[in-house]
């Protein structure tokens, strides 16, 4: 995500999808465009494999908008839809980003 | 990794490698081996895919365990390498792991 100053709040969230991914696509990204108009909502960072592996950081400013987030009823049916039928694992951290610095090499492809 | 009581710290690490990869898998590797022997290391989420991205989140007991880690002599060799040859960009954040918590579905495969 774009570069801002901490402290901020990230929810890092590890998954293992299950067999069943009917669905799942097209509800992650009915989430993802709705998390981005919560208040809040700051970005993310998510990148998956080929073997059905996932994390993903959404970054908030406060641990109210996450609550706030959390507690939105068209998310906790997809939470729910989540943990019944996609999700074979998962797990998720909520911490308080103390530090960010970045890099970018422009004369490397 | 393995389910830890927090608080902990996590150092979000997000990059995507240059064309120039040669050497990089063993250098990872050497160092991967290394930060688990560091005093304070607790584990390790990561994930890449195809496009040459990366996410690697590495757990420590305290910010003191993970500036020991960045300040030691065969790391910052590898780190300097690694914004020479190898990193297109990263991004590096801190953070303190405020709660956790996660979900197993035994049923599904």
């Known amino acids: 995500m774009t570069e801002i100053e901490p402290p901020y709040y990230a929810v890092i969230f590890s998954r293992k999808l299950s067999g069943n991914t009917e669905g799942y696509a097209e509800m992650s990204s009915t989430m993802q465009t709705l998390a981005e108009k919560q208040p809040g909502y700051l970005g993310l ?20 908008a996450i609550q706030s987030w959390r507690n ?38």
Do not use: C, P
Not at 47 to 61: A, F, K, L, T, V
Not at 103 to 109: A, R, V, Y
């Open 72 to 109: 939105n009823v068209q998310h906790q049916q997809a939470m729910n839809q989540g943990t019944a039928l996609w999700y074979q694992n998962y797990q998720v951290k909520i911490a308080r980003v103390e530090r960010a610095y970045a890099f970018d090499s422009g004369d490397k492809e």
């Open 45 to 64: 960072d998510a990148i998956r494999n080929e073997e059905q592996q996932g994390i993903s950081i959404s970054y908030w400013d406060s641990l109210e």
